[in-house]
T-cell receptor, first 113, second 113 residues
Framework: AQSVTQLGSHVSVSEGALVLLRCNYS??????LFWYVQYPNQGLQLLLK??????LVKGINGFEAEFKKSETSFHLTKPSAHMSDAAEYFC???????????FGKGTRLSVIA | SQTIHQWPATLVQPVGSPLSLECTVE??????LYWYRQAAGRGLQLLFY??????ISSEVPQNLSASRPQDRQFILSSKKLLLSDSGFYLC????????????FGNGTRLTVT
């Protein structure tokens, strides 16, 4: 079965520091991968998606993620954290058009001034 | 452009009362539709998804049900709410094509008292 593991349910960084949120997936077929962000009491917003065109994917709000097949990873990074980045982040993996995405349990990012 | 509407935004219902949450999508045809739930401090739980009118797949057995009476309308219902039904309910849509992301509504905060 497909699965997604997000290491760390809570990550705390200082404002201006590097943000690294980890995501590993299990798959026997080439996956497509997504990162979503959720602010309190809101729906999930798509940050970026990997669809095999390029291994380094740039998203909104300065975030990017790199697909590493050998490590089955799709970690999310941002060079310099901003207070507005504080939110819940979800990694998701998909395999076909009509099969629901599989979501990780989420990582809550706190940014300290 | 496509939009997704979900209402109400908040709802307080007594135990044993019925529930009806509605979700509609505009600007696309034959979308895949989804209902998710987030309990406090927990990740996303897929409840139902639909790839067409009258086609509903249930992921978790419970006292909730879903219906898709029209192509772009998805309804989540319950005949008798339980305390454990409290949570944040999210509707989402995607196209049926490969690597299509999910697009989420703003959610409904349900409190069962």
């Amino acid at each position: 079965a497909q699965s997604v593991t997000q290491l760390g349910s809570h990550v705390s960084v200082s404002e201006g520091a590097l943000v690294l949120l980890r995501c590993n997936y299990s798959s026997s077929v080439p996956p497509y991968l997504f990162w979503y962000v959720q602010y309190p009491n809101q729906g999930l917003q798509l940050l970026l998606k990997y669809t095999s065109a390029a291994t380094l994917v740039k998203g909104i709000n300065g975030f990017e993620a790199e697909f590493k097949k050998s490590e089955t990873s799709f970690h999310l990074t941002k060079p310099s954290a901003h207070m507005s980045d504080a939110a819940e982040y979800f990694c998701a993996v998909g395999y076909s058009g009509n099969t629901p995405l599989v979501f990780g349990k989420g990582t809550r990012l706190s940014v300290i001034a | 452009s496509q939009t997704i509407h979900q209402w109400p935004a908040t709802l307080v219902q007594p135990v044993g009362s019925p529930l009806s949450l509605e979700c509609t999508v505009e600007g696309t045809s034959n979308p895949n539709l989804y209902w998710y739930r987030q309990a406090a401090g927990r990740g996303l739980q897929l409840l139902f998804y639909s790839v067409g009118i009258g086609q509903i797949s249930s992921e978790v057995p419970q006292n909730l049900s879903a219906s898709r009476p029209q192509d772009r309308q998805f309804i989540l219902s319950s005949k008798k709410l339980l305390l454990s039904d409290s949570g944040f309910y999210l509707c989402a849509w995607s196209s049926s094509s490969y690597n299509s992301p999910l697009h989420f509504g703003n959610g409904t905060r349900l409190t069962v008292t």
